[in-house]
């Protein structure tokens, strides 16, 4: 992945809801989820929904198709390992000692010790 595609992918998911969908998307691999679930998932109306899965696609992250009345909406794996790999390529300096510990971290899927908090619109939230 070049830079460019990286900042837009990172773009992409540098909003909330965005990234609450995109995190809901990932849970539900290989299925999938239809728009429609998602906003309700979400919490918000099903075009508020449809312009944030729009900037999601625009950035390659999600693809999706249809079933019969559905869209159904699936995170783009190829894309989203491009940009992890784009992130730690040059992890810890080369050192493989670290690099492979964080390394082997991912794979087992580890979460975090701590919650990510961010904020929105002044309000500290809590991001797992």
């Given at each position: 992945?070049?830079?460019?595609?990286?900042?837009?992918?990172?773009?992409?998911?540098?909003?909330?809801?965005?990234?609450?969908?995109?995190?809901?998307l990932v849970k539900s691999e290989p299925a999938g989820v239809p728009a429609g679930e998602l906003a309700?998932?979400?919490?918000?109306?099903?075009?508020?929904?449809?312009?944030?899965?729009?900037?999601?696609?625009?950035?390659?992250?999600?693809v999706s198709q249809r079933h019969s009345r559905s869209i159904i909406y699936r995170v783009n794996l190829?894309?989203?390992?491009?940009?992890?790999?784009?992130?730690?390529?040059?992890?810890?300096?080369?050192?493989?000692?670290?690099?492979?510990?964080?390394?082997?971290?991912?794979?087992?899927?580890?979460?975090?010790?701590?919650?990510?908090?961010?904020?929105?619109?002044?309000?500290?939230?809590?991001?797992?």
């Amino acid at each position: 992945m070049e830079q460019e595609g990286a900042i837009l992918a990172l773009g992409a998911l540098a909003q909330i809801t965005r990234l609450e969908t995109f995190q809901l998307l990932v849970k539900s691999e290989p299925a999938g989820v239809p728009a429609g679930e998602l906003a309700r998932s979400i919490g918000i109306p099903q075009n508020t929904m449809s312009a944030h899965l729009s900037i999601l696609a625009r950035a390659n992250l999600i693809v999706s198709q249809r079933h019969s009345r559905s869209i159904i909406y699936r995170v783009n794996l190829k894309t989203f390992q491009a940009l992890m790999m784009f992130m730690v390529q040059d992890c810890c300096g080369g050192r493989s000692a670290l690099s492979g510990e964080f390394l082997e971290s991912l794979l087992r899927c580890d979460p975090p010790k701590k919650k990510l908090r961010l904020k929105k619109d002044g309000i500290v939230v809590d991001v797992a």
